[in-house]
């Protein structure tokens, strides 16, 4: 089903977790080009239907710990029937019960325990399908939002002592405008209008458009850290009607500082083209370029999909959508995963006019990835805030680095990066158009 990618036993090499139905998969690194399946040794045989995964360190121990999404309780012994003599088709999650995600805490041994129910985060009425890591709250401590199928989607505070508070009702992130639960899949977060607060991305089901959950007065205190779906009011939710969107990613794919918007999608229903004249089986990919609002500071998304070449226009039951740069050109490149398909991996060929910083982070104190570092860049008069993290989309696992567009900018004024271990690194006067690997301090 998916990946999670992190270096768990902090040695260096990048360790591998496979989520499957009836049970995933542990690989660790050999750090000779093979791995072992350590999945028993280790204790993560994970849920009994796995999908989206993530590592984060969530006690700011020094060590990557796991959450993974459980979907619901299916099995061929409960399968319904779904359709008619004209056809069937898979019946929906709505047929089906909820089910609890696990979260394993890594004991540094080699192995994990399951704190599932001493974390406060085993509901058992979830189905979930995608899970994002940041601190939306701004303590310090990450919290992490999850995308469900059909039932509220989850946002999960870190109570910063082992355990975690549900809060999405109050928050606004549980349901659409309407009051109305909706089919969550892919996850993101990112501060697209440059604000310094960051927004969540939900991909939904045809009919039910994007949501955009963007955070309204001041920050503080959990219960004062309000969301509202502005998805309508800023170009996201009419165009993505018809469409049912899996992967979801907040990408600069022009660099010229401002985050745009990429969807992978696909129906799951293979009926679906004969049931409605307006939503088809196999959808293409859909770009929303992220540009100047009507007022001062504000932004909106303007959807160019058809028109992003064959490899975004072509029509796919697309699934899992991960960003990372293979070509080493600088700009961000795609993989898309098929359902019964071939993988498209999706080169950007935008002319290169905008300059770019890519931040990797080695941790010392903190995860040796650095997942869970935020870093807060400044250059040509404009802010910036990304995340490193594993997770986010859908099933899907990005290039672990901060990426950047500069626009003209040919160098950043000050970088920040915000270790998971509470310190503080600042940088200055840093030159554009490299990727470059930062060591956490010492102290």
Not at 252 to 281: K, P
Not at 429 to 434: G, T
Request: with cysteine; net charge negative; proline share 5%.
């Amino acid at each position: 089903m998916g990946v999670a990618v992190g270096d768990y036993d902090n040695d260096g090499h990048p360790d591998l977790y496979l989520t499957a139905y009836g049970g995933s998969h542990l690989f660790r690194n050999n750090g000779n080009g093979t791995f072992t399946e350590v999945t028993q040794q280790a204790k993560v045989p994970g849920p009994p239907f796995g999908f989206s995964a993530a590592w984060f360190d969530y006690d700011r121990d020094g060590k990557l710990d796991l959450f993974v999404c459980n979907y619901c309780r299916w099995s061929t012994a409960l399968n319904q029937k779904c359709g008619d003599s004209s056809g069937r088709y898979i019946c929906g999650p709505k047929y089906y019960g909820g089910t609890a995600s696990i979260l394993y805490h890594n004991n540094g041994d080699g192995t994990f325990a399951d704190v599932s129910h001493r974390a406060k985060i085993d509901n058992p009425n979830g189905k979930a399908l995608g899970i994002v890591v940041w601190d939306y709250d701004g303590d310090g401590w990450p919290d992490f939002a999850v995308a469900n199928d059909t039932v509220p989607n989850w946002l999960f505070h870190n109570n910063r002592d082992g355990t975690f508070t549900e809060v999405s009702v109050e928050s606004g992130i549980a349901y659409a405008t309407n009051g109305q639960a909706r089919a969550g899949m892919g996850i993101d977060t990112a501060d697209y209008d440059n604000s310094g607060r960051e927004a969540l991305l939900v991909g939904n089901n045809s009919s039910e458009g994007l949501g955009i959950y963007r955070p309204e007065g001041s920050p503080g205190e959990p219960s004062g850290a309000h969301f509202m779906d502005a998805a309508e009011d800023i170009g996201l939710f009419q165009p993505s009607m018809p469409f049912s969107t899996f992967g979801a990613l907040f990408v600069d794919v022009d660099l010229d500082g401002f985050v745009d918007v990429l969807t992978a999608n696909g129906h799951v229903n293979q009926q679906v083209a004969r049931l409605s004249n307006w939503i088809g089986f196999e959808q293409r990919m859909q770009l929303f370029l992220n540009e100047p609002g009507d007022k001062p500071g504000a932004r909106r998304f303007r959807e160019v999909g058809e028109a992003a070449g064959p490899g975004v226009a072509k029509p796919r039951v697309a699934r899992g959508l991960a960003v990372g740069d293979f070509d080493r050109d600088g700009d961000p490149d795609l993989l898309v995963c098929v359902n019964n398909g071939q993988a498209g991996l999706l080169r950007n060929e935008g002319v290169p006019k905008n300059h770019w910083l890519a931040i990797r982070p080695r941790g010392v104190k903190s995860n040796w990835d650095g997942l869970g570092t935020r870093v807060v860049l400044q250059a040509g008069g404009r802010k910036q805030t990304a995340w490193v993290r594993s997770g986010s989309s859908y099933c899907s696992d990005s290039e672990h680095v901060a990426r950047f567009g500069l626009g003209q900018a040919a160098q950043a004024d000050v970088v920040e990066l915000h270790w998971p271990s509470g310190l503080v690194q600042t940088l200055r006067s840093v030159k554009a158009n490299q990727v470059l690997p930062v060591t956490e301090p010492a102290q």
